[in-house]
């Protein structure tokens, strides 16, 4: 079965610290992979998706990049961080045609 | 640009009635998914709809969709304090992959 993993669970980052999120997939070949950020008591947004290695659409400009080095990894970076990047992030995955869209167990980042 | 909206953002419920949330959305779409998310969590899937007069019902949650009106409705049966979460709907638009997300509706059931 598929399995999606996302670490780690929560991070405290001062301002201007590096940042680097991790999100894998199991079970499946050439999945779609999307990172989301929620804000306190908010909806999602969208920050980036993938359909394949190398290939990365933004959907929002910030200081925030995501790389996709193999086919179910995907990585979500920031160089320096600010205090709005403070957020859920969320970590998704599907195949396209119809079929559902899973998302991992999140990560809680706080920048201080 | 797709836009999705829910109504209510916050719904307050007497356990033992009847509710509906509503999700609207601005382009055309015949994917439509809800979700619910308990405090601090991740999304949980509830139901996928893939065609105009779709209908899926799982326990006390039944959702629908009206893909003419660009409406789904998730209905809630006899609220009980365990559906106490917030709900979200997502749509994918026309373009491809990407899933859009309403507001979500925080739903709290009071005994």
């Known amino acids: 079965s598929q399995t999606i993993h996302q670490w780690p669970a929560t991070l405290v980052q001062p301002v201007g610290s590096p940042l680097s999120l991790e999100c894998t997939v199991e079970g499946t070949s050439n999945p779609n992979l999307y990172w989301y950020r929620q804000a306190a008591g908010r909806g999602l947004q969208l920050l980036f998706y993938?359909?394949?290695?190398?290939?990365i659409s933004s959907e929002v400009p910030q200081n925030l990049s995501a790389s996709r080095p193999q086919d179910r990894q995907f990585i979500l970076s920031s160089k320096k961080l600010l205090l709005s990047d403070s957020g859920f992030y969320l970590c998704?995955?599907?195949?396209?045609?119809?079929?559902?869209?899973?998302f991992g167990s999140g990560t809680r980042l706080t920048v201080v | 640009e797709l836009k999705v909206e829910q109504n209510p953002l916050f719904l307050s419920m007497q356990e033992g009635k009847n509710y509906t949330i509503y999700c609207n959305y601005s382009?055309?779409?015949?994917?439509l998914y809800w979700y619910r998310q308990d405090p601090g969590k991740s999304l949980e899937s509830l139901f996928v709809?893939?065609?105009?007069?779709a209908v899926k019902q799982e326990g006390r949650l039944m959702a629908s969709l009206d893909t003419k009106a660009r409406l789904s409705t998730l209905h809630i049966t006899a609220a009980v304090h365990d559906l106490s979460a917030t709900y979200f709907c997502a749509v994918v638009g026309a373009a491809g992959n990407k899933l859009t997300f309403g507001g979500g509706t925080r739903v709290l059931v009071k005994p």
């Open positions: 998704a995955w599907s195949v396209g045609g119809g079929g559902g869209y899973t």
């Open positions: 709809l893939l065609s105009n007069g």
């Open positions: 993938s359909v394949g290695i190398g290939q």
């Open positions: 382009t055309t779409s015949d994917r």
